[in-house]
């Protein structure tokens, strides 16, 4: 298994700015995985975050919106840019073990935006 | 249609009882997940099979490949079961990406 940190745990934020999520993996790891889930709503892959190379990013989601960074092996952004109130959601990073198939998720943070 | 299909969507029970959810999928699969979500957001990973049966305490989890269908159980329920149980599978082939079901809202009252 795998135990994965996320900071910040929620914020609060205005309209127009910024945000950064760090996701934080105590063992290396080669897949990360970004997600969003809205309220009520079930998780959305966003993009997949692989040590060095670019983050694939899935249908709906554009690299200006939700830059990604995987600067090593245990460690990985995801900034939410110009944000709007549909950006409110619970924002969750997942590791993939090699060889065993599946994923282990961090704890989430909680964004609302006003 | 969803690939992954749950159900019942919102369960309640009494403390004590015995508890099922249900995950129906349409596609082929290498896994199937079975997560939870507590109202902080926090998703913990219960169960990864991909077949037969697998215990955890008071949680079994099982699966049917042949007929695509996988099943959580609870067993003796207390109040702390009180979470969006989420069955998510991995898709056959060379793919790491998950597919989610839409959730249980289970509430275990005492």
């Known amino acids: 298994s795998a135990v994965i940190s996320q900071k910040p745990s929620r914020d609060i934020c205005q309209r127009g700015t910024s945000l950064t999520i760090q996701c934080q993996v105590d063992?290396?790891?080669?897949?990360m995985f970004w997600y969003r889930q809205q309220p009520g709503q079930s998780l959305t892959l966003i993009a997949t975050a692989n040590q060095g190379s670019e983050a694939t990013y899935e249908s709906g989601f554009v690299i200006d919106k939700f830059p990604i960074s995987r600067p090593n092996l245990t460690f990985s952004t995801l900034t939410v840019s110009n944000m709007s109130p549909e950006d409110s959601s619970i924002y969750l990073c997942?590791?993939?073990?090699?060889?065993?198939?599946?994923?282990?998720f961090g704890p989430g943070t909680r964004l609302t935006v006003l | 249609k969803n690939e992954v299909e749950q159900s019942p969507q919102n369960l309640t029970a009494q403390e004590g009882e015995f508890i099922t959810i249900n995950c129906s999928y349409s596609v082929g699969i290498s896994a199937l997940h079975w997560l939870q979500q507590h109202p902080g957001g926090g998703i913990v990973s219960l169960f990864m099979l991909s077949s037969g049966k697998k215990k955890h305490g008071r949680l079994i989890a099982t699966i049917n490949i042949q007929e695509k269908h996988s099943s959580l159980h609870i067993t003796a329920s207390h109040p702390r079961d009180s979470a969006v149980y989420i069955c998510?599978?991995?898709?056959?082939?060379?793919?790491?990406?998950?597919?989610f079901g839409t959730g249980t809202r289970l509430q275990v009252f005492p």
């Open positions: 063992s290396q790891v080669t897949m």
């Open positions: 997942s590791v993939g073990l090699a060889g065993a198939k599946g994923q282990f």
């Open positions: 998510a599978v991995i898709g056959a082939g060379n793919t790491d990406k998950l597919i």
